[in-house]
């Protein structure tokens, strides 16, 4: 047998197996939905969101802390996404997490958010976006209160709030 079988069988082997690894989890993983996402141009977020709005929702920035301007709200309804009104989260989910910015324990439904892992500033997060625009909305955490144990840190400047009909 010529000595590069020795190393082609193995890695062709692995490769099969990482293949078939990833189609198992793609059957056992529920997906998310199939919805279509709103895509724009930079110029045309720009042209609809403040200054900081589209720093923060388009280039991953944040607010500083105790700025926000539902960091403190206590009124009842829903918070929907700056940049397409997506529903996001409840305000029945809302806690003081004294960290200076909104904080949930759990979005409006599973399907409102997608998170993704965040390395910037030498750290490992979980950052979570839009899942209708991918608009950056915060972090989540796992220091959060009961139920989910989770904190959904969220830029006020990245939610709109709307109050009950």
Same mark, same amino acid.
């Given at each position: ?8 069988? +193995? &890695?062709?082997?692995?490769? %099969?197996? &990482?293949?078939?690894?990833? /189609?198992?989890?793609?059957?056992? !993983? +529920?997906?998310? =939905?199939? !919805? ?16 900081? &709005? $589209?720093?923060? !929702? ?6 500083? +802390? ?37 904080? #949930? $324990?759990a979005p409006l439904k599973p399907e409102s958010v997608d998170e993704h892992t965040d390395k910037e500033l030498g750290m490992s997060r979980t950052e979570v976006v839009c899942s209708?625009?991918? /608009?950056?909305?915060?972090?989540? #955490?796992?220091?959060?209160?009961? +139920?989910?144990? %989770?904190? $959904?840190?969220?830029? =006020?400047? /990245? ?7």
């Amino acid at each position: 047998m010529n000595k590069l079988h020795y190393f082609i069988v +193995p &890695a062709l082997l692995l490769s %099969l197996n &990482a293949c078939s690894q990833q /189609a198992r989890e793609k059957t056992i !993983t +529920p997906q998310k =939905s199939m !919805t279509q996402k709103l895509v724009k141009t930079d110029a045309e977020w720009k042209a609809q969101l403040s200054d900081q &709005a $589209y720093n923060v !929702t388009r280039k991953k920035g944040t607010e500083r +802390p105790f700025t926000g301007e539902y960091e403190q709200s206590k009124e009842k309804g829903i918070y929907t996404c700056v940049c397409c009104g997506n529903e996001l989260f409840a305000s029945d989910t809302k806690f003081d997490s004294g960290t200076g910015w909104p904080s #949930f $324990y759990a979005p409006l439904k599973p399907e409102s958010v997608d998170e993704h892992t965040d390395k910037e500033l030498g750290m490992s997060r979980t950052e979570v976006v839009c899942s209708q625009c991918d /608009a950056h909305l915060g972090h989540v #955490f796992d220091d959060g209160p009961k +139920p989910t144990g %989770l904190r $959904y840190c969220m830029n =006020s400047v /990245a939610l709109k709030f709307k109050r009950p009909q």
